[in-house]
């Protein structure tokens, strides 16, 4: 995950952390993408058309059509960019929560696809396509006008920045596609990182579209940018709704900290493994949860004599591998009733700003924007303290497959014990069960999981671990037997 090519560009204090001012001056870009494709005549109004494959896939009806368009045939990217084609389209009207996560859950499913078992394919590529085509059902919005090219990526910048303040949703969209297109997807996100890690909108789910964007692993071009359509409108509509800790802080700069790498580990992970507790609210969505996180004062009083230092790279990496590392180990030790929806978004949003982070893009600022997420959830989610010396229990005589159609207990022990020469066939049953289900946190978990193994190696079978055990829960709740006739649970449009 290392980069250390490129250049950081940090909002320049509070004022900034809060509604992304500065951006203006974050003019070096991570890197040109390859010559992005560009949205054709053909897509029509509101891209329609864009993905002829999929295009017009009764829902209710899917296993069947399927066979008789014959999109067994299509290769995994094109039916990516199919798929990617319909989800990029933001709704006219209303939001649910299948929509917001679509774009993040096919970027997601194609990343697992090539690590699935081939008697898994099938039924993952499925899962993809029941998506867009639930998606499809929905009235989306028209393409924006196009901006006219800029003479380079500093103007473009300033636009992005004045867009933004001036609330301009469609106007940031049509940024975003531009953007893209001139100067690459990574130019793109490097623009966009310090608007999207502190935002409150869009269930602060932004920077995860951004990172998930990055680790294709191939060039992306505005096609591909394409998926940002709403998470842009998302963040410029409400561009003063940011997060309020670390309040008159610089977020760049500071007196360097002289604390060793390995001691801010202990310290962070110290802090976080049982908070002071807030209280919840009646409705715990994400947005509601950060409030409530930031209303107990926990982020300033635990992490303010942190954030406010200069911090290396080995100190910034440290401290985000303290927060994943209690990520995980909520998935394991807390409350299960908070296994599918709160711990899986209690890894994945730190994990994507970890991931921005160490591309060099605004580091400080994604690892403020951290602290405030992993101290809301391990404030107001939190029902004990973690013991950072457990381990769960070993299982003797199971296979893998036997222990993840065992119990999430069972599944965590089994691969939190096993040998690293089995860690392959692991990561190949995770992203095989992951994906032939349809929950969309499910296939961001693994993912994000499975990313932990390059950043984090030493405590690979600890992510390892809390994705099997979230993978058993859904194993018992969906057996592979009744996929087919789930296809549309959860995937409700507005």
Same mark, same amino acid.
């Given at each position: 995950?290392?980069?250390?090519?490129?250049?950081?560009?940090?909002?320049?204090?509070?004022?900034?952390?809060?509604?992304?001012?500065?951006?203006?001056?974050?003019?070096?870009?991570?890197?040109?993408?390859?010559?992005?494709?560009?949205?054709?005549?053909?897509?029509?109004?509101?891209?329609?058309?864009?993905?002829?494959?999929?295009?017009?896939?009764d829902?209710?009806?899917?296993?069947?059509?399927?066979?008789?368009?014959?999109?067994?045939?299509?290769?995994?990217?094109?039916?990516?960019?199919?798929?990617?084609?319909?989800?990029?389209?933001?709704?006219?009207?209303?939001?649910?929560?299948?929509?917001?996560?679509a774009?993040?859950?096919v970027?997601?499913?194609?990343?697992?696809?090539?690590?699935?078992?081939?008697?898994?394919?099938?039924?993952?590529?499925?899962?993809?396509?029941?998506?867009?085509?639930?998606?499809?059902?929905?009235?989306?919005?028209?393409?924006?006008?196009?901006?006219?090219?800029?003479?380079?990526?500093?103007?473009a910048?300033?636009?992005?920045?004045?867009?933004?303040?001036?609330?301009?949703?469609?106007?940031?969209?049509?940024?975003?596609?531009?953007?893209?297109?001139?100067?690459?997807?990574?130019?793109?996100?490097?623009?966009?990182?310090?608007?999207?890690?502190?935002?409150?909108?869009?269930?602060?789910?932004?920077?995860?579209?951004?990172?998930?964007?990055?680790?294709?692993?191939?060039?992306?071009?505005?096609?591909?940018?394409?998926?940002?359509? %709403?998470?842009?409108?998302?963040?410029?509509?409400?561009?003063?709704?940011?997060?309020?800790?670390?309040?008159?802080?610089?977020?760049?700069?500071?007196?360097?900290?002289?604390?060793?790498?390995?001691?801010?580990?202990r310290?962070?992970?110290?802090?976080?493994?049982?908070?002071?507790?807030?209280?919840?609210?009646?409705?715990?969505?994400?947005?509601?949860?950060?409030?409530?996180?930031?209303?107990?004062?926990?982020?300033?009083?635990?992490?303010?004599?942190?954030?406010?230092?200069?911090?290396?790279?080995?100190?910034?990496?440290?401290?985000?591998r303290?927060?994943?590392?209690?990520?995980?180990?909520?998935?394991?030790?807390?409350?299960?009733?908070?296994?599918?929806?709160?711990?899986?978004?209690?890894? !994945?949003?730190?994990?994507?700003?970890c991931?921005?982070?160490?591309?060099?893009?605004?580091?400080?600022l994604?690892?403020?924007? %951290?602290?405030?997420?992993?101290?809301?959830?391990?404030?107001?989610?939190?029902?004990?303290?973690?013991?950072?010396?457990?381990?769960?229990?070993?299982?003797?005589?199971?296979?893998?497959?036997?222990?993840?159609?065992?119990?999430?207990?069972?599944?965590?022990?089994?691969?939190?014990?096993?040998?690293?020469?089995?860690?392959?066939?692991?990561?190949?049953?995770?992203? !095989?069960?992951?994906?032939?289900?349809n929950?969309?946190?499910?296939?961001?978990?693994?993912?994000?999981?499975?990313?932990?193994?390059?950043?984090?190696?030493?405590?690979?079978?600890?992510?390892?671990?809390?994705?099997?055990?979230?993978?058993?829960?859904?194993?018992?709740?969906?057996?592979?037997?009744?996929?087919?006739?789930?296809?549309?649970?959860g995937?409700?449009?507005?």
């Amino acid at each position: 995950m290392e980069n250390p090519g490129r250049t950081e560009c940090h909002p320049a204090g509070r004022r900034e952390f809060l509604r992304g001012a500065g951006l203006a001056a974050c003019t070096t870009a991570l890197g040109v993408a390859a010559p992005a494709r560009r949205v054709t005549a053909d897509s029509g109004e509101g891209g329609k058309g864009a993905a002829r494959g999929l295009e017009g896939l009764d829902p209710k009806n899917l296993v069947d059509e399927v066979k008789a368009r014959n999109l067994d045939a299509v290769s995994d990217g094109e039916l990516f960019r199919e798929a990617a084609a319909i989800v990029s389209r933001p709704p006219a009207s209303g939001m649910s929560s299948f929509v917001l996560h679509a774009p993040l859950e096919v970027m997601a499913r194609y990343g697992l696809l090539r690590l699935v078992s081939p008697p898994g394919r099938e039924l993952a590529r499925l899962q993809m396509i029941a998506s867009a085509a639930a998606y499809s059902k929905m009235t989306p919005l028209p393409l924006p006008p196009r901006v006219k090219p800029f003479p380079d990526l500093r103007a473009a910048s300033v636009e992005l920045a004045r867009t933004f303040t001036q609330a301009d949703a469609g106007g940031m969209e049509a940024l975003v596609l531009q953007i893209a297109e001139q100067f690459g997807t990574a130019s793109l996100v490097s623009l966009l990182t310090p608007l999207a890690l502190p935002t409150l909108t869009g269930a602060s789910h932004a920077h995860i579209g951004l990172w998930l964007l990055l680790r294709h692993g191939e060039a992306a071009g505005i096609a591909d940018a394409a998926l940002l359509r %709403t998470a842009a409108r998302s963040i410029a509509s409400r561009p003063n709704d940011r997060m309020k800790s670390f309040s008159g802080m610089a977020i760049a700069g500071g007196e360097p900290l002289s604390t060793p790498p390995g001691e801010i580990a202990r310290q962070v992970a110290a802090q976080l493994a049982n908070p002071p507790k807030g209280r919840p609210g009646s409705q715990m969505s994400i947005r509601p949860l950060i409030e409530a996180g930031e209303a107990t004062g926990n982020a300033d009083s635990l992490f303010g004599d942190l954030i406010k230092h200069d911090l290396d790279r080995a100190q910034v990496d440290a401290a985000f591998r303290a927060v994943l590392r209690i990520c995980a180990r909520s998935m394991l030790q807390d409350d299960v009733k908070q296994d599918k929806f709160g711990w899986t978004h209690c890894l !994945t949003l730190p994990q994507s700003a970890c991931g921005l982070a160490s591309l060099n893009t605004d580091r400080k600022l994604a690892l403020a924007a %951290t602290l405030v997420w992993i101290t809301a959830y391990r404030s107001v989610l939190s029902r004990r303290s973690l013991d950072l010396d457990w381990a769960p229990e070993k299982v003797e005589g199971a296979s893998i497959r036997e222990a993840l159609h065992t119990s999430p207990q069972v599944a965590a022990g089994r691969v939190w014990h096993a040998s690293e020469s089995e860690w392959p066939e692991i990561r190949v049953a995770l992203a !095989t069960e992951a994906s032939i289900r349809n929950d969309q946190h499910l296939v961001k978990y693994t993912r994000a999981t499975l990313d932990m193994g390059s950043f984090d190696p030493g405590y690979t079978r600890l992510y390892l671990a809390a994705a099997a055990h979230l993978c058993a829960l859904w194993i018992a709740e969906c057996p592979r037997e009744t996929l087919r006739d789930r296809l549309l649970v959860g995937r409700t449009t507005p």
